[in-house]
């Protein structure tokens, strides 16, 4: 007995040896948090109950030269139900009503509402989806009504804010405009007008404390931001929206017409190089278009007969021909070791002088012209080139600038044919920015000017930053050649003989050049031979005001694909409708604009401008700009839905406009 109890004391003894250890070391635990620790688990206390959040400042406004929004930042707002805060009471009272308001402002039935909240509630949710993406007037709508109006804690009403970017004028010069995004490791993608100015436009983050409370919702903490937001500064481009829409639709026009891959259109101010529309539309496998990609600026190709502009150029300013030097087209066809060149016109032009070759683009004649005189020295013409600044980038802000090609004797591809081949357009390659930027130095007497996308940067009415006119080359040649080119980009259109007389108007001038470069020419397999047609000049042809460029990729053949053809009509009608709209428009045979297919819808447009209204218009199947500018000249306030052309009015053609304040627009 006496041995049964020892043991069991001795076990006692244990456990009690045990016990004190564990609260021996327990008690030093927590001195050691206390004294030692303490700091460091206090402040992960803190980061779990308080946490630094960041407040986004509101982005600047992207703004055309005339005021118009390109890009803004709007706020949009989810609405969500908490059904646990909600009485009983409350909710069998107001969920008839609220339902029906729902309905009325949203669209669906009043009774998906009412499924859609009993359905919250038997089931608890306390986060329920009810609407997204409302505008601020639908957001004050739905915070008055019934239920919700009792706020968040006996309304269950939550709602959720957030800043988007919007381009007002939907898909035109989508891809011009551009976004600027950045992903979840702080990488930013740069597109556009928006990338590139991004510095200014983003603003300055803000700070704000916020302590966690029930749910995993957390409430700010004291009144002030810790570092409060700046906003982004304004940035003024130098888009004109009404050139931008008179691009946008004649390069889509003629993309349908000719069942194009792809297209691109540049306006640009010549004095100045101001871009005033920029757009690129590409082919979805549907047969659609849309802002694809920014081909202007990106897509550097072999630019064909355009490029004998700068040949012709190098050659006079070398002064190794003269404008009546006489080259022999022969027979239409010239070879050279065991390539041949063709020209477009079967059996040749005969004996034909320089400025003739250029006026009827012979490529035999051009191939000669510069293989002939520079053969010995291909270094010359080369350098020739190059001093003008045909093989540097134009060094823009915008990301993507495509890589101009002038080959340089002894690089890769360099061959005895070469010079024949550069000379009409091949073996280089240029963007339709690039190109333009030359021929606009042309318009301008051989000063080139860098062609700029930004007039201003600003705060309300306060310039934080101007960008002036910048000059890249004083003289790319001398004002004797230029005058010389310009009289035979003139000859090009006026002249019954030239490759643009076909775009030739008596009653406002136009200069310019004609392309046509084959796509896949070294494949021995016919069906694969692709075209890009262009046309390249500047309007008017004495003083010039504006340059433009139109490039079509891969026009049906069936239909047609010669540049005066597919890209020449283009240009004809930007610069039409820009003379129309301008000072200059008693220059304009208005009978011969009734004419034309293309102008229909600017006649249209005019006819209706013109008139004194007491009574709402017809504006159905006009462009939505032109419409936009008729109605808001009666003083109306217009809501467009949608782009393109018009096709359904809120409000009837007669109605009184004392009767009406606003007109909804939806457009094709």
């Not at 802000?397 to 000379?423: F, H, N, Q, T």
Request: charged share 25%; aromatic share 10%.
């Amino acid at each position: 007995m006496a041995v049964t109890d020892k043991n069991i004391l001795t076990r006692l003894y244990v456990v009690a040896g045990f016990l004190f250890l564990f609260a021996a070391t327990v008690l030093f635990k927590l001195v050691s948090i206390q004294l030692i620790d303490g700091e460091k688990y206090q402040k992960l206390a803190l980061k779990r109950t308080e946490k630094m959040f960041t407040i986004e400042p509101n982005r600047g406004d992207l703004i055309s030269d005339d005021g118009s929004l390109l890009a803004t930042s709007v706020s949009r707002y989810t609405i969500r139900f908490d059904a646990v805060t909600v009485s009983d009471r409350n909710f069998k009272e107001n969920i008839r009503p609220l339902s029906e308001a729902l309905s009325k402002l949203l669209g669906k039935s009043s009774s998906h509402y009412q499924q859609l909240l009993r359905k919250a509630k038997t089931n608890k949710n306390r986060y329920a989806l009810v609407a997204r993406n409302l505008d601020y007037s639908d957001y004050m709508a739905v915070k008055d009504f019934p239920l919700f109006n009792k706020g968040p804690y006996k309304g269950g009403l939550i709602v959720e804010q957030k800043t988007v970017r919007e381009h007002p004028l939907g898909k035109i010069a989508e891809r011009s405009v551009g976004y600027e995004r950045v992903d979840e490791n702080g990488y930013y993608t740069r597109v556009g007008l928006e990338g590139a100015f991004g510095e200014y436009l983003r603003g300055v983050e803000g700070k704000r404390l916020k302590q966690k409370i029930a749910n995993g919702q957390w409430k700010p903490i004291g009144l002030d931001n810790i570092v409060e937001p700046k906003d982004g500064y304004d940035v003024i481009s130098t888009i004109d929206i009404n050139i931008q829409d008179i691009a946008h639709h004649g390069l889509l026009a003629q993309l349908e017409k000719y069942k194009a891959d792809h297209g691109c259109v540049i306006v640009m101010e010549t004095k100045t190089g101001e871009v005033k529309a920029i757009s690129n539309l590409g082919r979805t496998p549907e047969g659609k278009y849309y802002e694809r990609l920014n081909y202007a600026i990106g897509e550097s190709h072999e630019p064909g007969s355009t490029f004998k502009l700068m040949s012709m150029v190098a050659a006079l300013e070398d002064k190794v021909i003269d404008t009546s030097s006489v080259f022999d087209t022969e027979k239409g066809t010239w070879r050279i070791y065991k390539n041949t060149v063709r020209d477009s016109k079967y059996g040749g032009y005969g004996k034909i002088t320089a400025a003739k070759a250029f006026e009827v683009s012979s490529n035999t004649a051009f191939a000669k012209m510069i293989h002939n005189n520079y053969k010995d020295n291909p270094e010359r013409f080369v350098n020739r080139l190059m001093s003008m600044g045909l093989n540097k980038e134009l060094g823009l802000p915008v990301k993507g600038e495509g890589k101009p090609v002038i080959r340089y004797p002894g690089d890769k591809g360099w061959s005895g044919i070469s010079l024949a081949w550069m000379s009409h357009g091949y073996e280089v390659s240029l963007t339709p920015l690039q190109t333009l930027t030359f021929y606009n130095a042309i318009a301008n007497d051989g000063e080139m000017v860098k062609p700029r996308l930004i007039k201003e940067v600003r705060e309300l009415n306060t310039t934080i930053q101007k960008f002036d006119k910048e000059v890249m080359n004083s003289a790319i040649c001398s004002k004797e050649t230029a005058l010389q080119m310009k009289t035979l980009l003139k000859n090009v259109v006026e002249q019954p003989w030239g490759t643009g007389n076909r775009l030739y108007s008596p009653n406002f001038s136009m200069a310019g050049k004609t392309g046509t470069a084959q796509k896949n020419y070294v494949s021995k397999d016919p069906d694969k031979l692709k075209y890009i047609s262009t046309f390249a000049g500047y309007f008017p042809a004495d003083e010039p005001k504006y340059s433009c460029i139109v490039v079509i990729h891969e026009p049906d053949r069936n239909v047609g694909f010669y540049g005066a053809d597919v890209s020449g009509p283009v240009f004809k009608s930007i610069a039409q409708k820009i003379y129309a709209t301008s000072p200059l428009v008693d220059e304009v045979d208005m009978r011969e604009a009734k004419d034309m297919d293309a102008d229909r819808s600017f006649q249209k447009y005019y006819a209706q401008a013109q008139k004194k209204y007491n009574k709402v218009p017809n504006v159905k199947g006009m462009s939505g700009m032109d419409a936009i500018s008729i109605l808001e000249n009666l003083g109306l306030e217009v809501e467009v839905r949608g782009n393109g052309s018009v096709k359904r009015q809120s409000i009837s053609q007669g109605t009184d406009l004392k009767q009406v304040k606003k007109i909804v627009l939806e457009l094709s």
